[in-house]
């Protein structure tokens, strides 16, 4: 089972931008797994934030940060990204990363279905705090 770390959280203020990067430990690759990023905001249940299908040709991206945040692979599909723009407060919570369960992720009318109980190997969070 694959073992991910998630890098960059940090402190920010309304307005601007951040990106998180995920990796597997000891280097390996993530090409060929599925992949997602969730939130969990204070108080509320982690959800799904912006997934990937193997192939990177099925998505998923929450309403709320449409047009906002992008989810990508590096060069060597060894890393994913998730560049956030026009940050508010209402993206503050601790993001996760995280690869499908059983191989690739599921599909429903065409949008990858991007929620935690298909997906089993997760890092332990990057915390991001959007003052006002």
């Known amino acids: 089972q694959l073992q991910l770390v998630e890098s960059g959280g940090s402190l920010v203020q309304s307005g601007e931008s951040l990106t998180l990067s995920c990796a597997a430990s000891g280097g390996a690759s993530l090409d060929g797994y599925a992949v997602g990023w969730f939130r969990q905001a204070p108080g509320k249940e982690r959800q799904g934030v912006s997934c990937?299908?193997?192939?990177?040709?099925?998505?998923y991206s929450a309403i709320s940060v449409k047009g906002r945040f992008t989810m990508s692979r590096g060069d060597d599909r060894n890393m994913v990204f998730l560049q956030m723009t026009k940050l508010n407060p209402d993206d503050t919570g601790v993001y996760y990363c995280a690869t499908d369960l059983h191989g690739d992720i599921a599909t429903d009318d065409g949008d990858a279905v991007c929620s935690p109980p298909g997906f089993g190997s997760w890092g332990q969070g990057a915390e991001v705090v959007v003052s006002s």
């Open positions: 990937l299908s193997s192939t990177d040709i099925v998505t």
